[in-house]
């Protein structure tokens, strides 16, 4: 079976180079910031990320081990990027 892609729509190609934006500002990387974000919901207990190889697996702990700053969800947050009532992990 075939899967059927299609282009990212344009407004979600511009939030998230706006989100890559102010993560470039604080020094972090996007992959970091999606890793750890989840993590902030109390009901998230764990993430699950894929990996195809041994590399990549070393990649996705140093992303969750990043040490991102407070003031990244701030920034986020006062851009309108993410809710109000969005929790910081």
Do not use: Y
């Not at 500002?25 to 750890?36: D, E, F, T």
């Not at 140093?62 to 920034?75: N, Q, S, T």
């Amino acid at each position: 079976m075939r899967c059927c892609r299609a282009p990212a729509q344009a407004t979600l190609v511009d939030r998230a180079s706006a989100i890559q934006e102010v993560c470039e500002r604080h020094g972090v990387p996007l992959r970091a910031a999606a890793i750890q974000f989840p993590l902030g919901h109390p009901a998230v207990a764990g993430v699950v990320i894929g990996a195809r190889s041994p590399q990549e697996v070393a990649d996705n702990v140093r992303m969750f081990e990043w040490d991102i700053p407070g003031g990244l969800w701030a920034d986020l947050k006062r851009a309108g990027l993410l809710p109000e009532e969005a929790r910081s992990p």
